[in-house]
Structures are given as structure tokens and as C-alpha cells.
């Protein structure tokens, strides 16, 4: 057995670590292949993100001291650059959630590392993913994020202004120890992305710069060296070939080969966002800390959750039909309360890690040694085993390692022997006789093999009647290959078809046997495509991180150093060696399943409604109602409708497109009359003729106008009738930015006459915009020209209403107001599940976007949300059918203990059928844990 012992000793040799690489700069970040080197120490970085933007100031502290409490040691953000430069030239750095020096103050006052991705695209579901409306017209700049000397211009200065708030912060004087340039960038254009590196470089080499996601852009970029680190976004995958989009061991091992110097840098562990329509998307905590677990088991030296907590999209933030909550399921939630049990579970795995950093930092990264399971699961059965073709793995295996039993009682006299995998000798299995699959028998009842060097042939002594068309009699058998598939087939000659499918490279250094090609290898697997026994352990000195890769229910037991685990499918074991000792488990945690909804009341405090003493008559709510078409600003065009964001440069969702047609469209043609609109860039527009709503649609779609509609207009000796849209841009997508991108109406026909290029006239900033009914300093002023609520129908549209409304009374609410940070463990929220969809304010504060739009998703058992990578399953959905989002955010900071003026603008009555909207249940309520 000596020979196997030494194949053995072979898996478990370790790469050495690189010298150590640091940065141009004379005392900044350093590293090496095994981390980042702060303070002259090798340093783990456990880092979670949070955007500074969607959190309110005075949250800001106390979010780090959570994050703090919980085992990190750096806070990820990124720089929204239309925040900052909302318009052109007026750069925004020192008011409110736009002080990104005081974010990185406190972080650092709280003993928190900083890393700051600029950009300055940055996706991040953020309306334009970041960038400036008004760089779509600027100097005919003819595209985004590649070398059009105007866009590289306005992104150069731009990082140049993060770079210069930053600079004071840069590590070793403050604590921001990496910046990223460019996101996620997967274009043609190598020369921009190399542009974007030494252009970035060029403003500092204090800290390193990096580059997320795509591993060989990056590598091309460094060409050797060491300009950007390279990092990967993404969800844990147990891929070993193949795949680079993710974070696994694929991916490691192609940027340890292309990267030699660089730590392996995990930058987006991704929960997920939410989206107006899609029903709420959930992750187990088993299945995140499971692949947070082997990314440190593979040698990963900085983790970063996206996000630690998600905040808000406030006011016109959120991209697309991303909701206002910002990846509600996170750990600290969009509520910014903890989310439990997840935050005490990630506390747990967080410090547990913390604690043995020396250790994981200290030894080289091990290869990983293959388990083998007790019980039944290998059992010797001869089924248990096949042989495949599969790519050559990029670390050794023993499924992927070949010999020959050498002992003489198996040894045939013509000097075959039985064949037998590493992974199959432990189990005592040798390569069996049968055809499809080829399997493994005990190797007692094992034919003999013989590698022919000069054929390539591996021969059996199995002999049987030939199988080629046309022949007769008895043929040798040898191995032969169709894809992944291994049977036995007539041995060939050299002039036979496909003779290369029984050509094999033997290499006895190795023990590997590989196709002709050398880059497919002959492996045994179990059953379900397994990677060889689906059990692995990682070594590092006095900790050992052991996996059982395989899905969840094949629970499995085994040996380690003397030691008995219990090891879930799909969990790590994290253990000290010495003692057996289990520092963590990703599988001890009671996974969160839904429940409740947000309508249970014994999950919520409401507060009550007050009668505001400003109003006439004392009516808890008031109305104002929009007239279609009307706007207090007015722009015109002989040609056609103009894009819709050039006019309101994103300073209000809405839009008026006005036109004049002849009643004779609506009464011509056969059938009934019908409005076909084409919108842009996923705008949601609302039809109305001469006032009346037609209906609704987003993208391109087609109304139906009722008949009757067309004859009371034609009743009324009317020619002309005004065709009036109402857009409601809901922020531009987040990707796929290019000047081109638009908002607003396209092209417009009336039963098939195209009436695009006539005159339109659009009008925006709404009435109740214009007067500010939202302001609590504006609101006494303008009551006279609102109505009581209850004289508004319930399906209505185009409403504002507003009220007063008190805080319930809980501990903490007292001190609601400028300044003041949210308490603890209490949030304080809109709740807006009986209205349609439309915008909310509270004090006069945006806090987004509203919608009862009904979530879709499939939430049986087996439903999996994406997005899909491979065969795991990454989210899953809960309240399908209900609201996406029902409870709405509300800045303690906004709030006051009384009399806060609630404002909610009613575009739509599309969600609440026949009943209508209730105003009733608009509730301020307080949240003491994550409403699930």
C-alpha cells in the first residue's frame, strides 16, 4: 500500500506563499497571495455593505456599532455620482446623506476598515446605476463605460473629486485600505477598462484599487502585475471547472494562476432586491454561511456581504421597478433592525472566524483532502461507482487517480491486473465488466487491464462477441469514450472510425489517465455526479474547516484526526482539531420561513390617527384632486412627443403628454376604438380622453376606449378631444446605460392612425408638487383648496390626501426629530398595504415610491427564485400574491412624537378592486423585528 500512501501524501502538499506585494505607495495597504497586511499584520477582512445614501445620518453609528457587535471589521459603500451631481457642475459633498467624509469618520471611530467602490458606474439597483441623467448630452458623448474621450473625461474627473474626499481617509492616516474603479464590467472594450485602471492609479496608489467580477478582463489588465486586484461577485458555487462567473473553486484557481501575489477577494456575496410585481425573494442562512464557509475553506481572506443591511430607496433612488426597500432580507434589515436569527447566527460564525484568523492566515492553503463517508454511502456495492469523462480537475483527486493493484493474487498471467481509482481502492472497487455505465465490482471479481503504450489502448481480458456491424465472433475489449460516457467496444485499429475514442495517456507520475487531448480525464463518480466522495476537509494548522458538498438531506458520517462529525448535506463543520471541538456549523440554525404577513397585528404597534387641527371642518383626511393634463410648467413640440427626462431632469415622476385628435378616430373603424401606446424604458403611463381614464399599460401595449365614452364626447358636439398620458418614469434601469437610454411616450396611434408627429404640449410638475402640500410649513396655507376624503371615490385617481398622524406610544418614540437616531430595536413605519400605487411623504420627506401591486413567483416547496447558477437553488419566494412591499421606512430623524403630516399621492386605483382604497388602515406603526 505504499503507493497509495504516497499518492496521498501528494494531495495534501500545499502552494507556498508569495512575497509580499504592497502598493506603490510608501506606507500603504500591503498583501500577498494569503490576504491584505494591515498594521504589519496578516488581516482577515470580514466586511458587510452598506450605502450611505439610503441610510439616514443619524442611523449611521449605530449601524456600526451593529456591524461591529457582529464580528466585521470594514464597511463596504458605494458613491452614487447622480447624488452627488444631481446637476451638472454642482457637486454635493457636506449636507445630509451626501457627506460621505463623515460616513468614513464614524466608521472609523467605530474601529471599522472602509472600502469605497466609486466607479463611477456602479449598478447597485440605483436609478441609471449611478450615473448623471444629464451625461446622456453632454458634447455628443456617443456612448457610456468605454473609450469615448467625453465620457472618459466627465469619469475622470469625477473619481478625481472622490479620490480628493477621500484622500485625507486613505489608510495607513485613515481607514479606507481599497477603492474600486469601474463595476462588474463585461464589455468589448479592453483598451477602456486598462484606461480606467491607470487613470485610477494616477489619483493615488495609497491603497489598491480593484476591479470586480470578471477575473480574465482583470488579468489582462494586470498583464503580470499587480495594477488592480482582481475580485469576484456573486453566489458560492461547488464548481471546479467551467464556471468563472462566481465566487468557487474554479474561480480561485484561475486567479491564483493569473494573480499569484493577490488575496482572493469576495467583494458581493449577494442576498438580493425585490422588484414591484415579483413576489418577495428570501436566502436561507444555511446555504449563505455555507458558501461564506468554503470560500474560506478554499483560501479566501476577505468576505463582503451585499448588503449588510440594504436601507431605502428614498424618494427617486430605486432603478427600474426595483422597490423602495433595498434588499429587504438582509441580516440588519431595510428597517434597520436585526433580523433574527440570522444576526445572532452571523455573529456567531462571524467571531468564530475572527478568532482564528492567525491560525487560517498563518498556513499555506491546503489542498482539499477528500473524506470518506461511514456507513452506507460508499458500502462496496458494485453500483456505487461509474466511470465518466469529465475536464481534468485543477487540484488532484483521488477520483481522478488510476493503478494498478500490484498484489499477485489478483495479477493475471499475462500480466493484467485489476484498475482501480484511488476513491474506488478505499472502498475496495475495482473498473467492473459491465457496459453502460462502465461500474466498479469488488476488485476480487475485477477483469484484468492492461495500457498499451503504443496504441493507447486500455484492454481488458474481458472477451466477447464482437459488436462492430458486420462482424462475427469474439473481440478484445477495450475502454472507449463518447462525451462523458465510458463503455467497452471492440478494440480498433489505427484506420477504424473514431479510433481516438480508445486512445488514453496513462501517466504514472500523476496516476492520472486522460483522453488524447490530455484535457478530459477519466474520473470515478457516484451517483449523481458527485466531485469525488462529495466530503472534503481543509487543514489549517489547529482548525479544519469539513464540507459535505453534497445536497442537502445526504446527512453523512466521518472520521477526521480521530474524531467522529456529523456532517448535514450542504454544510461546513468548522472545528478545532485537536479537541474535535465544533467552533461553527452552517447547518445549526432554524432557517427562516414565512410565517406571518405584515397584517398581523401582534407583530406591530400602530399608531392612531389624530384629527389635525390646521383643517377645516377637523377631517382626519383631505383631498386634492389633479386635473388631467394639468402642470405648472409647459413645453411644447411640433414633431413629436419629447423624451420625458430631458424635460424634468428627474425632479418629479411625472409627465403630461397632451395632444389634440379628431373624434372621428374614435368613432371610425370597426370595433371597438382603441389607443396604442408605446412607452420607453419600462415608463408606466396612464390614458385619459378629455379627462376620463382609458386605462393603463407600461412598455407597449394597447386600450380598448369604451364606446359609450366615444358617443357622450360626440354627444357633446365636440370635433376634437384631447388625448392626455400621464408617464411615470419610475426611474431609469440600473443597467444597460448608454446615452440612448429614455423615459416617457414613443409612438401613439388611434385606431391604427399614427399620430406620433403631430403637436403634443407636455406639462409636468403635478398641482400638488407645485404647491408643496407635502411641506408641514406649506400644508395650513393650501387646506382651502382641499376636499374631505370621504367626498373622493374610492377608485379615483390622480389624488393627494393627506392627514396628521401621532407615533404610537413606545419606548424611544419620544425622542423622534432632527438628529435623532432610531432606537434599537424599534423602527417606525408607513404602513400602505390598503392603498394603490403612487409617491408617500411623511414631514415632507420623499420616502419613495408605493405599490400594492401583487407579487408573482411561484412559493410551493420546490420553487426556486432567480437568478439560477447551476443546480443549486439560491432564493426562494414567500407571499406570493400579496403586496411585494407593504410596510414603508420612515427616517427617525423625519419623524415627531405628534402631528406628523402624512402626504400620499394616488396615481392609480388599479390594486384594491372594487372596494377601493381605505384610508382607514394608513397607519405610523412601530416595528420591533423584521416583518417577514
Not at 454635493?92 to 472602509?114: C, M, P, S
Not at 440594504?310 to 433612488?317: E, I, K, S, V
Request: proline share 5%; glycine share 10%.
Amino acid at each position: 500500500m505504499s503507493r497509495f500512501n504516497g499518492l496521498l501524501a501528494f494531495i495534501a502538499v500545499t502552494c507556498l506563499l508569495q512575497g509580499v506585494n504592497g502598493v506603490d505607495g510608501n506606507s500603504g495597504v500591503t498583501y500577498d497571495s494569503r490576504s491584505a497586511i494591515l498594521d504589519g499584520k496578516r488581516t482577515l477582512i470580514l466586511s458587510g455593505a452598506i450605502h450611505y445614501v439610503r441610510v439616514p445620518v443619524s442611523d449611521w453609528p449605530r449601524l456600526f456599532t451593529m456591524a461591529k457587535n457582529m464580528g466585521l471589521n470594514t464597511i463596504q459603500t458605494y458613491v452614487m455620482w447622480n447624488f452627488h451631481e444631481h446637476k451638472r457642475g454642482e457637486l454635493v459633498w457636506d449636507t445630509d446623506r451626501a457627506n460621505l467624509k463623515l460616513f468614513i469618520q464614524q466608521a472609523h471611530e467605530a474601529g471599522l476598515y472602509v472600502v469605497v467602490r466609486i466607479g463611477p458606474y456602479i449598478c447597485g439597483e440605483y436609478y441609471f446605476g449611478g450615473i448623471p441623467i444629464w451625461m446622456r448630452d453632454v458634447d455628443n458623448v456617443t456612448c457610456f463605460r468605454c473609450s469615448d474621450p467625453i465620457w472618459e473625461r466627465e469619469m475622470q474627473k469625477f473619481v478625481g473629486e472622490v479620490v480628493d474626499q477621500t484622500r485625507d481617509f486613505l489608510y495607513p492616516a485613515g481607514p479606507v485600505i481599497m477603492l474600486q474603479v469601474e463595476n462588474e464590467y463585461g464589455g468589448p472594450d479592453q483598451p477602456y477598462l486598462e484606461w480606467s485602471v491607470d487613470m485610477a492609479r494616477n489619483l493615488t496608489t495609497q491603497v489598491p484599487w480593484n476591479l470586480c467580477h470578471d477575473v480574465t478582463k482583470c488579468t489582462l489588465v494586470n498583464n503580470g502585475t499587480n495594477k488592480a486586484l482582481c475580485t469576484i461577485n456573486g453566489f458560492w458555487e461547488d464548481q471546479w471547472d467551467g464556471t468563472l462567473s462566481q465566487p468557487s473553486p474554479s474561480w480561485l484557481q484561475q486567479q491564483r494562476g493569473g494573480n499569484p501575489t493577490q488575496p482572493a477577494i469576495w467583494t458581493e456575496d449577494q442576498g438580493w432586491f425585490d422588484q414591484w410585481g415579483v413576489a418577495q425573494r428570501y436566502r436561507l442562512s444555511s446555504d449563505q454561511s455555507y458558501g461564506i464557509m468554503r470560500w474560506f475553506a478554499y483560501g479566501g481572506a476577505w468576505h463582503n456581504f451585499y448588503m449588510l443591511t440594504g436601507g431605502n430607496n428614498y424618494g427617486r433612488q430605486a432603478g427600474g421597478v426595483v422597490t423602495t426597500a433595498y434588499a429587504p432580507d438582509t441580516v440588519i434589515d431595510f428597517l434597520l433592525l436585526r433580523h433574527q436569527p440570522r444576526y445572532d447566527f452571523y455573529t456567531h460564525m462571524f467571531n468564530a472566524l475572527q478568532d482564528a484568523s492567525d491560525a487560517l492566515l498563518s498556513n499555506e492553503v491546503p489542498q482539499a483532502e477528500e473524506l470518506q463517508p461511514k456507513g452506507s454511502l460508499r458500502g462496496g456495492a458494485s453500483q456505487q461507482l461509474t466511470a465518466v469523462v469529465t475536464t481534468c480537475y485543477q487540484y488532484q483527486s483521488p477520483s481522478q487517480e488510476w493503478v494498478f493493484l500490484p498484489s499477485e493474487k489478483n495479477a493475471g498471467t499475462d500480466g493484467s491486473a485489476p484498475l482501480t481509482s484511488l476513491d474506488g481502492n478505499a472502498s475496495g472497487l475495482c473498473l467492473g465488466p459491465s457496459l453502460t455505465p462502465l461500474s466498479f465490482v469488488p476488485c476480487a471479481n475485477a477483469p484484468g487491464w492492461q495500457y498499451d503504450k503504443k496504441t493507447g489502448h486500455l484492454q481488458s481480458t474481458v472477451v466477447a462477441p464482437c459488436r462492430k456491424h458486420g462482424s462475427s465472433g469474439n473481440c478484445t475489449e477495450c475502454l472507449d469514450h463518447s462525451g462523458a460516457s465510458v463503455t467497452l467496444w471492440d478494440c480498433k485499429g489505427a484506420s477504424d472510425p473514431e479510433q481516438d475514442n480508445q486512445v488514453w495517456i496513462y501517466d504514472t507520475t500523476t496516476s492520472l489517465i486522460t483522453t488524447s487531448t490530455a484535457t478530459q480525464c477519466l474520473t470515478s463518480q457516484a451517483p449523481g455526479g458527485k466531485h469525488g466522495t462529495g466530503v472534503e476537509a481543509h487543514r489549517y494548522g489547529s482548525v479544519a474547516f469539513l464540507s459535505n458538498f453534497q445536497t442537502v438531506g445526504e446527512e453523512v458520517l466521518v472520521d477526521y484526526q480521530g474524531k467522529e462529525y456529523h456532517l448535514p448535506g450542504h454544510s461546513v463543520v468548522f472545528v478545532t482539531v485537536a479537541s474535535g471541538e465544533v467552533l461553527f456549523n452552517t447547518s445549526d440554525v432554524v432557517d427562516e420561513k414565512p410565517s406571518y404577513t405584515d397584517d398581523d397585528d401582534d407583530r406591530t404597534v400602530h399608531g392612531h390617527v389624530v384629527s389635525g387641527t390646521e383643517w377645516k371642518n377637523a377631517v382626519e383626511w383631505v383631498a386634492l384632486r389633479e386635473t388631467a393634463g394639468n402642470g405648472s410648467r409647459t413645453n411644447t413640440s411640433t414633431s413629436g412627443p419629447i423624451e420625458q427626462l430631458v424635460i424634468t431632469d428627474n425632479d418629479s415622476d411625472y409627465l403630461w403628454y397632451i395632444t389634440e385628435i379628431a373624434l372621428a378616430f374614435l368613432v371610425d373603424g370597426d370595433g371597438a376604438p382603441a389607443v396604442h401606446v408605446s412607452g420607453q424604458g419600462g415608463s408606466i403611463s396612464y390614458v385619459y380622453i378629455e379627462g376620463q381614464l382609458v386605462g393603463t399599460g407600461s412598455g407597449t401595449y394597447t386600450l380598448k376606449v369604451d364606446a359609450h365614452v366615444a358617443a357622450r364626447l360626440a354627444g357633446r358636439g365636440l370635433e376634437t378631444v384631447k388625448l392626455q398620458i400621464l408617464s411615470c418614469a419610475m426611474g431609469l434601469y440600473n443597467g444597460g446605460d448608454e446615452p440612448t437610454s429614455t423615459k416617457g411616450v414613443g409612438k401613439v396611434s388611434v385606431n391604427g392612425k399614427d399620430i406620433t408627429s403631430q403637436a403634443w404640449t407636455m406639462r409636468w410638475m403635478l398641482a400638488g408638487e407645485t404647491e408643496g402640500i407635502f411641506d408641514p410649513s406649506v400644508a395650513p396655507s393650501v387646506a382651502s383648496n382641499m376636499v374631505p376624503a370621504s367626498s373622493i371615490a374610492a377608485n379615483e385617481t390622480i389624488v393627494w390626501f393627506s392627514t396628521y398622524l401621532d407615533l404610537p406610544k413606545v419606548p424611544g418614540s419620544e425622542k423622534a426629530g432632527p438628529g435623532a437616531s432610531q432606537p434599537i430595536n424599534t423602527s417606525f413605519v408607513l404602513y400602505l398595504a390598503s392603498m394603490n400605487k403612487g409617491v408617500a411623504y411623511v414631514n415632507g420627506f420623499n420616502i419613495g415610491r408605493y405599490s400594492a401591486q401583487p407579487g408573482e413567483g411561484d412559493c410551493s416547496p420546490t420553487g426556486c427564485a432567480p437568478p439560477h447558477h447551476g443546480p443549486q437553488c439560491y432564493l426562494y419566494y414567500k407571499n406570493c400574491g400579496k403586496p411585494t412591499q407593504t410596510v414603508y421606512h420612515v427616517p427617525f430623524e423625519v419623524l415627531k412624537p405628534t402631528h406628523n403630516l402624512v402626504v400620499l399621492f394616488e396615481e392609480t386605483a388599479q390594486y384594491q378592486g372594487d372596494t377601493g382604497r381605505d384610508l382607514s388602515k394608513v397607519a405610523l406603526q412601530a416595528l420591533t423585528e423584521h416583518p417577514m
